[in-house]
Nanobody, 122 residues
Framework: VQLQASGGGLVQAGGSLRLSCAVS????????FGWFRQAPGKEREFVAA????????YYADSVKGRFAISIDNAKNMVYLQMNSLEPGDTAIYYC????????????????WGQGTLVTVSS
């Protein structure tokens, strides 16, 4: 499974960005997709996850109500819509996937994209 994240950039506080993750390869066993982020000097942290059907979604408390994860199975794409961005959201954002949702939530998947940088200015 290959994952390629894109869509990062520089945005002012209060603005919005949509991250994309292109999924390819042997995806038949993949059921859950997620986003993590890592800010400078900090550990990687969970942001959001969703099952492939969208029937179950998970969010970190820090982004709940501001971020939304979505899946387009026809296009093999995963999106993270980020609204009301704050300087504290500045980080490299990574997409991940696995057949087990708990593996994704714990950040233990073997499948990761290369990351895309989001910078939020105050």
């Amino acid at each position: 499974v290959q994952l390629q994240a894109s869509g990062g950039g520089l945005v002012q506080a209060g603005g919005s960005l949509r991250l994309s993750c292109a999924v390819s390869g042997r995806t038949f066993a993949i059921d859950t997709f997620g986003w993590f982020r890592q800010a400078p000097g900090k550990e990687r942290e969970f942001v959001a996850a969703s099952t492939s059907t969208g029937s179950s979604t998970y969010y970190a408390d820090s982004v709940k109500g501001r971020f939304a994860i979505s899946i387009d199975n026809a296009k093999n794409m995963v999106y993270l819509q980020m609204n009301s961005l704050e300087p504290g959201d500045t980080a490299i954002y990574y997409c991940t996937a696995d057949g087990n949702p708990y593996v994704v939530l714990d950040g233990r998947s073997d499948y990761w994209g290369q990351g895309t940088l989001v910078t939020v200015s105050s």
